[in-house]
């Protein structure tokens, strides 16, 4: 499983970003997802995870209510959008995968992307 996440970018304090994570195979429907981050300074943390058929998620409690989790298994994407962004926000963001076709959401993740910055300025 290769994953490839893009949409970091630098935004203002209050404003949005989506991002995505594209996966190379043609079993993305039975994968648990995953986003996490890792801010300077900080250890990674998980942010939001959502199981293979996309019908439970999960979110931190920093960021429930801002952000959401979705999934299009027919592109085999899985998007994070993230809205009322805050400067703690900043950290890069990855995505990451765990074989898990009972849709539950996995404890550990087997695959990891390649991450991708998001700065948030006050």
């Known amino acids: 499983v290769q994953l490839q996440a893009s949409g970091g970018g630098l935004v203002q304090a209050g404003g949005s970003l989506r991002l995505s994570c594209a996966a190379s195979?043609?079993?993305?429907?039975?994968?648990?997802m995953a986003w996490f981050r890792q801010g300077p300074g900080k250890e990674r943390e998980l942010v939001a995870a959502?199981?293979?058929?996309?019908?439970?998620?999960d979110f931190a409690d920093s960021v429930k209510g801002r952000f959401t989790i979705s999934r299009d298994n027919g592109k085999n994407t899985v998007y994070l959008q993230l809205n009322t962004l805050k400067p703690e926000d900043t950290a890069v963001y990855y995505c990451?995968?765990?074989?898990?076709?009972?849709?539950?959401?996995?404890?550990?993740?087997?695959?990891w992307g390649q991450g991708t910055q998001v700065t948030v300025s006050s």
């Open positions: 959502i199981t293979a058929n996309g019908a439970s998620t």
């Open positions: 195979g043609p079993t993305f429907g039975n994968y648990g």
């Open positions: 990451a995968s765990q074989w898990a076709p009972f849709n539950f959401i996995p404890r550990e993740y087997a695959y």
